[in-house]
């Protein structure tokens, strides 16, 4: 903090010792400040904010407790540091905002805890350069035998193990002590296994439950949900391509066979007109007036009437399949609902 003298005139923080048995003081001590401070945020200051010296970058206020050759502490603020940059360029960029928690009556603080150093000793410009394991935390690394990189802000956790497989997971924003705000958000995730396998699905208390699968052993795509899979507008439902083809099959092959048995049908009942035509023909002119031979043209009409029975008969087999044809039709139509999907659906 500032000191105020007696004239009323303002020395801030920075050039002054932390106290009297400083060796430090003054002037030299704000561009001498070269030691690897530890800290907590307890103020953040926005880009737009009048108190931002940047406008540019996020600042902090940031509580650092100081130690001095006579084994006192004092708590003095470093004011307006940024975050230093992962790769110090304008096209690529890595940025993130620490958490500010200033505790309640009795309860620890859980601010980030952050490591800071001044560029050039110059305190006037600290930078906050990492992170300072927390005393609060209850998390507990792995073994060390196990090669893992885990990281979690704000409710999204990446994990990579020591076979290689990597499982992003959206818990749902948290707050300070890391406690999910509302699980109902969250539990979705996605993963690649060391087997070859991209899955993307959701956490439940009896284990994973994918949603699509992605397996490189033999080259395939799954789909994996009782809701259906909708694409677009999902006016359409998706057609049961087995089951259709099936029943199509089935109609197509009696179709078929009553339209080779038509064709032979009405080809013998063509025959047997002509048949009868040709007899009839053959008698007509024994039945000329005056009658001149009954007897000879009876046999020629009996031959005639016997083609036309046969042809009758013929006819009333084609009038069957015809009715087959029709019953054939009628039956896949009354299934089609069994053809399409209640729940999958697409659209155009």
């Known amino acids: 903090m500032s000191e105020v003298l007696e004239d009323g005139s303002v020395i801030p923080s920075y050039l002054r010792g932390s106290d009297s048995s400083s060796q430090i003081l003054g002037s030299q001590y704000s561009v001498s400040d070269w030691q690897l401070r530890v800290g907590e945020i307890i103020q953040a200051y926005d880009v737009d904010d009048p108190s931002n010296r940047n406008g540019k970058y996020i600042e902090y206020d940031v509580s ?21 940059s992962l790769f110090g360029g304008v096209a690529d960029f890595l940025r993130w905002t620490p958490r500010i928690d200033n505790g309640g009556d009795g309860q ?63 818990k749902g924003a948290t707050d300070n002590s890391g406690a999910i705000i509302d699980s109902s958000n969250g539990n979705s995730y996605i993963s690649m296994t060391s087997d070859g396998k991209v899955k993307i699905g959701y956490l439940t208390s009896e284990g994973d439950k994918p949603l699509i699968t ?19 507008q999902a006016t359409e439902s998706m057609v049961f391509g087995t089951t259709y083809r099936n029943a199509e099959t089935s109609m197509n092959n009696t179709l078929s066979e009553m339209m080779n048995n038509l064709f032979s049908l ?83």
């Open 64 to 84: 650092v407790s100081h130690s001095n050759l006579g084994g006192g502490f004092t708590n003095i603020t470093y004011p307006r540091c940024r975050v230093h």
């Open 108 to 170: 620890s603080s859980l601010s980030s805890k952050v490591l800071l150093l001044c560029p050039n000793g110059n305190n006037r410009f600290a930078l906050i350069i990492g992170g300072y394991p927390h005393p609060e935390t209850t998390r507990q690394d792995t073994k060390f035998d196990d090669h893992d990189l885990f990281f979690e802000y704000n409710g999204l956790n990446v994990n990579i193990n020591n076979d290689g497989d990597l499982t992003l997971t959206h």
């Open 214 to 232: 992605l397996d490189k052993s033999d080259n395939t795509i799954s789909l994996h949900t009782s809701q259906g899979v909708k694409i677009n």
């Open 266 to 348: 009405f080809t013998t009942a063509s025959s047997l007109v002509a048949t009868a035509a040709a007899q009839f023909t053959a008698a007509s002119p024994f039945l000329l007036i005056p009658v001149a031979g009954p007897i000879m043209a009876a046999p020629l009409m009996a031959t005639a009437g016997a083609t036309l029975l046969s042809a009758s008969l013929i006819m009333h087999t084609i009038s069957s399949n015809f009715l087959q044809m029709f019953n054939a039709i009628s039956i896949f139509e009354a299934q089609a609902s069994l053809y399409l999907s209640q729940i999958h659906a697409l659209s155009d």
